[in-house]
DNA sequence: ATCACGTGTGGGAGCGCTCCCACACTACCT
DNA sequence: AGGTAGTGTGGGAGCGCTCCCACACGTGAT
């Protein structure tokens, strides 16, 4: 067996050349069928169509990139390590958006992890290559380089947070601030008076956001700032319950807690359980997610849902109307390109 | 910051053609260094490198994936609904396992989920397609047509699970049967006279050679099988309660539980503490995976590890050298093309 | 009749690579 | 001297598409 003869001509899968000589077509034609020209008559199209059948051909990714200058693929980028991205309810609430809000659209979605220096490297060197047509940043970090790396290549893409993150990227983001606010004027509506926050990682923009809502809502209820009541966490649960039992200790008076995450809630419950706090009782917990693990709490955890799912969807039909922009280079139309989503306080048992 | 250096030109990036006339060679030679090829001068080879260097130059993955008909990617296909994936440990131990393996290799991977039949229909397209080289199927059912839909492409593909699953895939398996009779004996030796066991879904092959494994350790030891105390599980917690009240129910006398999973022990525990049963004093639990929630079970839980990470590697160590394999069409060298990896009980408070 | 247009259609010219053959050029034999 | 390898190198011939120009047809206005 001849060992080069792998390039097999005969065996191989039908290609353009091939159905269009079936239809008795030319090989423009075929193309203009399997991309959805309008400019074939009735009569063509279903002879293209009969061939392609009667083949199996299916369209060869490699040679429409490379003729198109396109990829038909679009990444999610995690600057986040892969435990990260498993443990926090939120990513895959957006992935679960963003895959059924793609589910219609021939985009394939590459999920790209890049938590370390190692994978920085990789993922600048995949950028570009240019091996996508679009990019979904979620969770960016306050000093990161990527947003201007993408501006610089020039590469659509879409970023969860606020605009400030990155002026020159298309963003969404959810009201954090106006979340924060709802759920500390809750609280004050129930008569907690001493309410304390566990606040996020403060290098990710939302948490910030949050930050200024706790405290723009206490001002305008006319109560003074005691930033002793303010401690900061990191989302996870180890986070919350070290600031739990900070704050337990600094203010034993406090009455409400008002916790930056789910998870973060959970642990700051566990703290209060073990000083013998009761919940609502004593102290009323609020989380923010609205996660499952708001649900299955004991009690059930009052939390502020995010549109996490929405943003989603909204992301990627921002990314993809960007992408189809990119075709004719006018109309860098700038409007609406921020887009910021509701929250709504759930509220459950624990407050 | 001579990367703008060649940009004008047509607006593009720097092709392979522009680097060799930059480093005063042909096209054959500055492939030959992209690609690592041992027959160039070390002179040559440096110069080429400037060059590379000095334009900037990243290989055009469209082009190169036209002419050599491959696409330096692999696709991890997750044969369930995104939301579990989420839920089980199992899948980012082994994405954790994968992606550590593929890390210093130049192949991406792709994350694909074909949970319903719409993602079903997807995924058979985009195999079509071939568009990745090869593919790592996870958590393969019963009666799914998956494997044979890949055999007959002729795709490289390894599977998890037994080989029994799709004789004509590589497969790498860790030892169910084997990690099941550890656990079993271990109970007997405690003493332990009523175990009962709540099996994984017995669709998943893995789950099935666990019963073996608990019946066998049984009969070996000299035990009559009692089938009241197999209840089947699905491997989630609200499956292990369900499953857990119901043995209750049927034998109230049992002293020992032997779950499919962590994740199922965790919910028969639940049904334990609110029966009045102390772990271990009066019933002794012991789950499957090692996964983290077992050391942060009250009490913690005994667990048989499966080495799922480095099942993660293994697969992709076959995959690629079936890749490779596929280059000059001979050897289909069938030896050591079943890997089977051991377990091991980790032994906690719980027994 | 001529011209002007719009509508379908065919096929040439690439896209940027890899593969492989041909061709130096150098050893080291007979 | 001629022969025979082996080594490094250049470049033609594609891979299977998309893009776009050319052109064959209508059809209606001049």
């Known amino acids: 067996m001849a060992s080069h003869g792998a390039r097999g001509r005969s065996g191989g899968r039908p290609t353009l050349e091939e159905v269009a000589a079936r239809a008795g077509v030319g090989r423009g034609t075929v193309s203009r069928v399997i991309n959805g020209s309008p400019r074939v008559s009735d009569a063509t199209r279903a002879a293209v169509e009969a061939a392609v059948a009667e083949l199996g051909y299916v369209p060869n990714t490699a040679a429409r990139a490379l003729a198109a200058n396109r990829t038909d693929a679009i990444a999610l980028v995690v600057p986040e390590p892969e435990a990260r991205f498993f443990a926090e309810p939120y990513f895959s609430d957006m992935l679960r958006g963003v895959g059924a809000e793609l589910a219609d659209s021939e985009m394939q979605l590459l999920l790209t992890f890049a938590g370390n220096a190692r994978g920085r490297q990789r993922l600048a060197q995949y950028l570009a290559a240019h091996r996508v047509d679009g990019v979904l940043l ?48 809750h609280l004050l509506a129930r008569g907690r008076t001493e309410i304390a926050h566990i606040t996020g990682r403060l290098d990710v923009y939302g948490a910030q956001r949050r930050v200024d809502g706790y405290r723009d809502a206490l001002r305008d209820a006319g109560h003074e700032t005691d930033e002793l009541l303010v401690e900061p966490g990191d989302f996870t649960e180890e986070g919350g319950r070290r600031a739990m039992s900070a704050l337990l200790e600094r203010r034993p008076g406090l009455d409400a807690v008002f916790a930056g995450s789910d998870v973060t809630a959970a642990g700051a419950r566990q703290v209060l359980r073990e000083a013998g706090r009761r919940i609502p009782d004593d102290v009323a917990l609020i989380g923010y997610d609205d996660s499952a693990i708001a649900r299955h709490m004991d009690p059930p955890l009052t939390s502020v849902r995010q549109p996490i799912e929405e943003m989603g969807r909204a992301m990627i039909d921002l990314l993809l109307a960007e992408i189809a922009d990119r075709r004719p280079a006018a109309s860098r139309g700038l409007e609406r390109r921020h887009a910021v989503l509701a929250t709504e306080l759930v509220v459950r048992a624990s407050s």
């Open 138 to 185: 979620v969770s960016v970090h306050a000093d990161d380089p990527l947003p201007d790396l993408l501006a610089q290549l020039e590469i659509p893409a879409v970023i969860s947070g606020p605009r400030s993150a990155a002026e020159a990227l298309t963003s969404v983001d959810s009201d954090n601030y106006g979340g924060a606010r709802s759920a500390v004027e």
